[in-house]
């Protein structure tokens, strides 16, 4: 089964740094993009960030450019996302998740998702 | 950025109704859209790409259409499992984005 499992969210104050990771499994990390995906407390989804299959492109928000980055150890399975000078409004459950297809434009959808891992910015 | 807008926000009904729901976007994305199965505490599961492409083993009564700026989501049958927020996202251009969510309740 694909299973995309996250870690390091948490609490952690205004101006501060979190990483988080996405452990996947189940197939082929390698050859797929990968997508952080947000939700704040009871609001919709927002598109955070995304990586292509081999980590040599990024793309970004706006909300976040400058202050994220995404990466991926194709070796370990796992994607992360480094987040810096963190901000109230950053406060939400960050998905990972794997693009629908492994080519153009099923890179752009998503499927399947991690559970999510909260990440709450407050002192 | 190219806006989605979902309509309705909320949606009262019952088991057996037909649902549209409708998604329209701010400018042209081709068939390059995808609907979103949300219930409370988990995460997103995708229904629908590429506007009318039905996701391996997603329920037949579920259903997409449209392209350019319109697009709409139906249930062809509401059955007691489909209760939750629906989700549209273009992925024509970055950055990718999402409608504002249907929640479709209990009448």
């Known amino acids: 089964d694909v299973q995309l499992v996250e870690s390091g969210g948490g609490l952690v104050q205004p101006g501060g740094s979190l990483r988080l990771s996405c452990a996947a499994s189940g197939f082929t990390f390698s050859r797929y993009y990968m997508h952080w995906v947000r939700q704040a407390p009871g609001k919709g989804l927002v598109w955070v960030s995304r990586?292509?299959?081999?980590?040599?492109?990024?793309t970004y928000a706006d909300s976040v450019k400058g202050r994220f980055t995404i990466s991926r150890d194709n070796a370990k399975n796992t994607l992360y996302l480094q987040m810096n000078s963190l901000r109230a409004e950053d406060t939400a459950v960050y998905y990972c998740?794997?693009?629908?297809?492994?080519?153009?434009?099923?890179?752009?959808?998503?499927?399947?998702w991690g559970q999510g891992i909260l990440v709450t910015v407050s002192s | 950025d190219i806006q989605m807008t979902q309509s309705p926000s909320t949606l009262s009904a019952s088991v057996g109704d037909r649902v549209t729901i409708t998604c329209r976007a701010s400018?042209?994305?081709?068939?390059?859209l995808a609907w979103y199965q949300q219930k409370p505490g988990k995460a997103p599961k995708v229904l629908i790409y590429k506007a009318s492409s039905l996701e391996s083993g997603v329920p037949s009564r579920f259903s997409g259409s449209g392209s350019g700026t319109d697009f709409t989501l139906t249930i062809s049958s509401l059955q007691p499992d489909d209760f939750a927020t629906y989700y549209c996202?273009?992925?024509?251009?970055?950055?990718?984005?999402f409608g504002g969510g249907t929640k479709v309740e209990i009448k």
């Open positions: 400018q042209s994305v081709g068939s390059w």
């Open positions: 998740t794997r693009a629908g297809g492994s080519s153009w434009p099923d890179n752009n959808w998503f499927d399947p």
């Open positions: 996202q273009q992925y024509n251009s970055s950055p990718l984005t």
């Open positions: 990586i292509n299959s081999d980590g040599t492109t990024t």
